[in-house]
Structures are given as C-alpha cells and as structure tokens.
C-alpha cells in the first residue's frame, strides 16, 4: 500500500463547477500535510497548507481528518486556469515529503 | 518563502557519462532534498541533502549512482553518474525552512540520456 493515495481521476468538469479531490495517508505520526499544483511541465508549486481546523482560500477549501487519515481540497467555481495535476503531499518524520501519484484536473469551457 | 534557481533546465546526454545539477537557495534553508519524476508519475524522493555531512538515501538509490553534495545552506548538487537512458526523468530540489513547513521547489531539470 503507498503512503499516500489519491485517485488518480482524470477529472473533467465544465467551468463553474465545484469538484473534490481526496486523499489518504498511511503514517499515523505524520506532521503536516499540504495540497501543491503542479501544471505540465513545471515545477510542483504550493496551493495550501492543510489543518485539522480546515482552511479556506479564495475558491479553495483544504480539511484534515487526522482519525480518518484523509486530506481534501475542494475547488469551487472551476476556471479554466485550474486546470492542472493537484498533489497530496505529507511530511513525514525529518521533514520528508511523501507524494501522492496526482489527480488530474481539466476544466473546459 | 525562497527561490530556488536550478540549473542546467534541460540536457542531452550521452550513456555513460555524468551530469551535474546544480541549486542555489536565495536564503538559508534547513532541509533540501533531491527527487526524480518520471513522465507521468509522481515526484519520489531520492535523498536528503545533509548541510556538511553524506547525503541520507532512499532505499533503491546509493551514493554512488547519486552523488550529493551540500556544502552550506543554501546551495546543493546531485550528480547522476554513469547515465543509461532509464536514468532519463526530471529532476527536482527542494528546500524547507523547518520540518514541518512547506518545500518549495526549483525549477527542474529535465535529463534525457541517449
């Protein structure tokens, strides 16, 4: 089983539509936890940090269940320029950063 | 959060020999780490670069194949030795202030060995 599992999707959403992603990880002492862009090509890019508390940003919303070990992003109001791979990412112990495989995201007009 | 400058971006190389990438940090990072993404997969992990001392390696890579330097906080380089075409991927660094907080990531570079 990996460490961290996301379904792969692909996931193709007109604009304007609300989609979410999910993600699992398997090391109950893992630290942090975050959800990175990465768009072809390029580097992985940072789109939020994740806390148990939940957090909001813009059109995005990252929520934490620590008992559940399961991470999400939800993206509401869909542009076009969302589309992109979305990685979960969780730090282990040492501050290693454990991958998810990527879900993949294409909004279309 | 810092920028991380990666270079070269790209190369060609021949099977056999040995390519050096470089990164430097616009400011002092405690963690750096090297990692390797194959066309369509995610990014694995292929050391932590250790400020002063030997790399720490993932299982499936060594020091040989991998050598790492780190010789103060804001710079490191990974040299991918003796290439074989199974060696062709991007390559990526990536540095953290502290163990908990966000990486944030050079630009890649994308080796393709012939």
């Known amino acids: 089983r990996k460490e961290v599992e996301q379904d792969p999707g692909p996931f193709n959403v007109p604009e304007g539509a609300t989609v979410a992603f999910n993600c699992t990880y398997s090391?109950?002492?893992?630290?942090?936890f975050f959800w990175y862009r990465q768009d072809c090509r390029k580097e992985p890019k940072l789109l939020m940090s994740?806390?148990?508390s939940g957090n909001e940003d813009g059109r995005f919303t990252a929520q934490l269940n620590r008992a559940s070990q399961y991470i999400s992003l939800l993206i509401r109001d869909s542009k076009l320029s969302d589309s992109a791979t979305y990685l979960c990412?969780?730090?282990?112990?040492?501050?290693?950063?454990?991958f998810g495989d990527g879900t993949t995201l294409t909004v279309k007009p | 959060s810092a920028v991380i400058s990666q270079k070269p971006s790209r190369d060609i190389c021949q099977r056999g020999t040995s390519l050096t990438i470089q990164c430097q940090v616009d400011s002092q990072v405690t963690m750096m780490f090297w990692y390797r993404q194959q066309p369509g997969q995610s990014l694995t992990l292929i050391a932590t670069a250790n400020q002063g001392s030997e790399a720490t390696y993932e299982s499936g890579f060594v020091i040989d194949k991998f050598p790492i330097s780190r010789p103060n906080l804001t710079f490191s380089t990974l040299t991918v030795s003796n290439m074989s075409p199974e060696d062709s991927s991007i390559y990526l660094c990536s540095g953290s202030g502290h163990l908990n907080t966000e990486a944030f990531f050079g630009q890649g570079t994308r080796l393709t060995v012939v």
């Open positions: 994740v806390y148990s």
């Open positions: 990412v969780v730090n282990t112990n040492a501050g290693k950063s454990t």
């Open positions: 090391n109950s002492a893992s630290q942090s």
